[in-house]
């Protein structure tokens, strides 16, 4: 592998571990639905800001958010809502997973 497609492939990496955490993926599709203040967020996961906080600065590093401070609060909302389909993949991949057990136990 070339240098180039090596710097390809770790990109996407980044993105792919930037979502790997069940609260950030509760995020990003609560987010799908519509923007968020971080004190939203903290209640709906129910863990402390700061926790919060960290997952949100994850995903916006990776580019998958993005905020907008208004006043004291920071909103934040999708800045790439094609990263959704990922979640319609893993939903096929787990649906297949499941039939693949079921036809074992047949």
């Known amino acids: ?9 770790e990109a996407r990496a980044r993105i792919i571990k930037a979502m790997a955490h069940p609260s950030r993926l509760f995020i990003v599709d609560q987010l799908s639905r519509r923007e968020h203040c971080v004190y939203e967020l903290t209640e709906m996961i129910g863990a402390d800001v ?6 949100l600065a994850i995903l916006k590093g990776a580019g998958i958010v993005q905020d907008e ?3 004291t609060q920071v909103f934040y909302r999708l800045q790439v ?3 959704l389909n990922f979640f319609s993949c893993v939903e096929s991949v787990l649906k297949s997973k499941a039939k693949e057990q079921m036809e074992l136990l047949r």
């Not at 592998?1 to 492939?9: E, P």
């Not at 700061?50 to 997952?55: A, E, F, G, L, M």
Request: proline letters at 5%; one cysteine or more.
């Open 1 to 9: 592998m070339d240098a180039k497609t090596h710097a390809r492939f």
């Open 69 to 71: 401070k208004r006043g």
């Open 50 to 55: 700061s926790t919060v906080s960290k997952h």
């Open 81 to 83: 809502p094609c990263v």
